[in-house]
């Protein structure tokens, strides 16, 4: 599976954005998706999954309520919507793909380039 991750940008602090991580190869349908992010400076931290149905999610605590992570199979794409944004969600975020959702950078086999979100005040 290869991962494109797409849709960072510059915003200001309230606004959103909507990344997206594009997959190639086969069988993208099974696997679980996260979203991790990496701010400068900082360890890489989980902010999002969803299994591969849909059906279940995961979010960190400081994302809850702001951002939404949803999946399409038929276009092998999952989706980061990012709303209310603030200046401490910068960082590069990176998509992984697993067989199970989990919290975790070690349960994720693949992983896209990462974007670009920068957040100012």
């Known amino acids: 599976v290869q991962l494109q991750a797409s849709g960072g940008g510059l915003v200001q602090a309230g606004g959103s954005l909507r990344l997206s991580c594009a997959a190639s190869?086969?069988?993208?349908?099974?696997?679980?998706v996260a979203w991790f992010r990496q701010a400068p400076g900082k360890e890489r931290e989980f902010v999002s999954g969803i299994d591969w149905s849909g059906s279940s999610t995961r979010a960190a605590d400081s994302v809850l309520g702001r951002f939404t992570i949803s999946r399409d199979n038929a276009k092998n794409t999952v989706y980061l919507q990012m709303n209310s944004l603030k200046v401490e969600d910068t960082a590069v975020y990176y998509c992984a793909a697993g067989l199970v959702l989990g919290g975790s950078r070690e349960v994720y086999d693949y992983w896209g380039q990462g974007t670009l979100v920068t957040v100012s005040s």
């Open positions: 190869g086969r069988n993208f349908g099974s696997y679980a």
